[in-house]
């Protein structure tokens, strides 16, 4: 379902956490980094970094994207395919 309000972009990075184990990434634009204690992704105004222990890619699609591990945090970073 897409909701939209003021300062939404329709290709945003859409974010999901099921608790500190599970993390789903829509509208990326590819993986910078990823190994058991890093994933970094690009996506089209910033880069997504999750870090954790025992990282683990269970999906990847040109869309989207499903990490299982311990995630310890979530940051947006600025940067991104299309960065001003």
């Keep these: 379902m897409l909701m939209a309000f003021d300062g939404f972009e329709l290709f945003e990075p859409q974010v999901e956490l099921l608790g500190r184990h599970l993390a789903t990434i829509?509208?990326?634009?590819?993986?910078?980094?990823?190994?058991?204690?890093?994933?970094?992704?690009?996506?089209?105004?910033?880069?997504?970094?999750?870090?954790?222990?025992?990282?683990?890619?269970t999906a990847l699609t040109l869309g989207e994207l499903a990490v299982e591990g311990d995630i310890r945090s979530v940051a947006f970073l600025p940067g991104g395919e299309g960065a001003e």
Excluded: A, M, S
């Design 26 to 57: 829509e509208n990326h634009c590819g993986i910078v980094e990823y190994d058991e204690t890093v994933l970094r992704v690009k996506c089209r105004r910033c880069e997504v970094r999750i870090e954790g222990e025992g990282l683990h890619l």
